[in-house]
């Protein structure tokens, strides 16, 4: 058996809804079946064979091949199995994800991870906004699992988090941790501004200092070796990132905040 | 059957089914985890008035660590599921949370699971912080001397209490010399504890007692200045008899540490003023594991 693979053959103009394409939902499918299953693009459908050439019969592991940013809702409400996206991918990805891995070669758009539960979700490139939040008017962001970032991430990193762990081997953008209600974020690069504004509880480790300093809301609580840190950088070792190659630590400054709320949450920065 | 001149009684030691977990404890040197597990496993020699019976399985080197610090490994015994679970809470709380620089995490994947931190945390006032690790949920305390940090659970698996073997010797320093061999040995076992002091039991119980309020008392049958007033089981020669109790987390383990415990009394011999091994039961109606000597020596 080979991977079933779903290969763009067009370019599409208007934003493709893919969340009928998981393992969950395609397992025991015939290709005829899968082919003829309907995807809403913009306001209109289209059959599947109408965008993509199909190829492979195996339903646990999918390859979206010649992606673009225009493929939503990839991995949605998953439970099992793989994706293996290769190139750019759109908004929602993982969404709901419960389980199973996700890979993509490229970029993602905004809502990476979206109140995810569990699995783990690897971008190797760049993710957009809102990467492990909640959806607007939603008050839980990601709820357990692993986020994994190659590049770098934009604004709003773990907006809602509730939950999980996201790794950003590069830097996170602006209000990165905002309004995080629990979980760890774990940055090597640099961060924008505004960390964790909102922020309630929850850890931010950092390998450096942010380049705009710690926000006012925070209060330095001092130097201190945590114990917990050997054994959470030891559980890195099992992923595939540069967090696993990273030298075991414990000894961090530690701000608590934001103070503007109940300020339970924690900034660590390796020291 | 003799070995080495001691004469190994053809009887057996009966043992009950007992609930069972294993702890971890860490600190900043082997000094202190050390400290903090001696008062975890204090006064845990019986399930009778202790609660529990609780001992150090083993030192642990930094690298055997959850988090590579020295540590030592502990094992905890009650007689079920919520005593188990009240006597590793209280202990955790007053013995190893108190202690400086102390971590404590579950060393057994056991068939079901009881509190370990999970309400320790309570004591961060609210400051305390939760962290899920490989699948396995932490507790960070604030504490005065920085962090305490606990897992939240810790597996109990199904166990086995009361594996014994008595030692008849000459005199008193035969009988304590030929068990301090004996417990060195059965030391290097895993998964076993003897819990009473030094592993050894002077005062050996029967059960029941003339007095109504006991229900155990002392052996008179084998309690050497009485040879000459009760139905006793000790011949003229024998002045002393000690005995080791063995806890395990399977019968399989204690099977193990009677054979290795019992060789190495065997192995002063008679030369040495050791004249017996014998073993203590009920007739076999207290409990369904029964530790055959012979057998076990065989």
Not at chain 2, 29 to 53: D, H, L, P, R
Not at chain 2, 58 to 82: Q, W
Request: include cysteine; aromatic fraction near 6%; charged fraction near 20%.
């Amino acid at each position: 058996m080979s991977a079933l693979t779903f290969t763009l053959n067009t370019t599409a103009k208007q934003r493709i809804d893919c969340s009928p394409l998981t393992p969950d939902l395609l397992a025991e499918q015939s290709l005829t079946d899968i082919a003829a299953i309907e995807l809403v693009i913009g306001n209109a459908t289209e059959r599947v064979d109408s965008l993509f050439n199909l190829s492979g019969d195996d339903a646990s592991e999918i390859q979206f091949v010649n992606s673009t940013d225009k493929l939503d809702f990839i991995g949605h409400n998953m439970t099992t199995g793989s994706i293996t996206v290769k190139g750019n991918v759109g908004a929602y990805l993982g969404i709901f994800l419960d389980g199973g891995q996700i890979e993509v070669t490229g970029n993602t758009d905004v809502y990476t991870a979206c109140e995810m539960k569990s699995g783990q979700i690897k971008i190797n490139g760049n993710a957009g906004d809102f990467i492990g939040g909640a959806r607007p008017g939603r008050r839980n962001g990601m709820t357990g699992g692993t986020v994994i970032i190659t590049g770098n991430t934009g604004a709003r990193t773990g907006d809602h988090m509730r939950r999980g762990m996201i790794l950003i081997e590069g830097n996170a953008g602006d209000y990165c941790a905002a309004r995080m209600i629990s979980g760890t974020i774990a940055v090597l690069g640099d961060v924008g501004s505004h960390l964790g504004l909102g922020m309630k509880r929850g850890t931010v480790l950092l390998n450096q200092m942010p380049s705009q300093g710690i926000t006012a809301n925070f209060n330095d609580c001092g130097a201190h070796t945590l114990a917990f840190l050997p054994l959470l950088i030891t559980s890195f070792r099992q992923l595939d990132s540069k967090f696993a190659t990273i030298d075991t630590y414990s000894r961090i400054q530690r701000y608590a905040g934001d103070l503007a709320g109940i300020g339970m949450g924690e900034i660590l920065v390796k020291i | 059957m003799i070995i080495n001149g001691v004469i190994i009684d053809e009887t057996f030691a009966e043992a009950f089914p007992m609930k069972g977990t294993r702890l971890i404890i860490t600190a900043l040197n082997a000094k202190w985890a050390m400290i903090s597990a001696q008062a975890f496993t204090g006064f845990a020699t019986s399930v009778i008035a202790c609660g529990c019976e609780a001992g150090i399985e083993r030192e642990l080197d930094p690298s055997e660590t959850p988090d590579g610090r020295p540590g030592v490994s502990i094992l905890i015994f009650a007689m079920g599921g919520k005593s188990l679970a009240k006597q590793v809470e209280t202990r955790s709380g007053q013995c190893v949370l108190t202690s400086p620089t102390s971590a404590l995490f579950s060393g057994l994947e056991g068939e079901t699971e009881i509190a370990l931190g999970q309400n320790l945390r309570y004591f961060g006032d609210g400051f305390q912080i939760s962290k899920m690790i490989d699948g396995k949920r932490y507790w960070r305390i604030p504490v005065m001397d920085g962090e305490f940090l606990t897992q939240e659970k810790t597996g109990v698996q199904a166990a086995v209490g009361g594996g014994n073997f008595l030692v008849l010797a000459e005199s008193q320093a035969q009988a304590l010399a030929a068990c301090e061999a004996a417990i060195v040995e059965m030391r290097k076992c895993p998964n076993v504890i003897m819990p009473f002091p030094g592993g050894v039991v002077r005062s050996g119980s029967k059960v029941g007692s003339k007095f109504k309020a006991l229900n155990a008392s002392t052996n008179d049958a084998f309690c050497p200045t009485l040879k000459g007033q009760t139905n006793s089981d000790l011949s003229p020669e024998v002045e002393s008899v000690m005995e080791i109790v063995i806890d395990g987390l399977t019968k399989e383990d204690i099977d193990k540490a009677m054979k290795v415990g019992i060789q190495a009394v065997c192995d002063l011999g008679a030369a040495n003023g050791i004249r017996r091994i014998s073993a203590g039961n009920y007739g076999g109606k207290l409990g369904p594991f029964h530790f055959h000597l012979q057998e076990i020596m065989a």
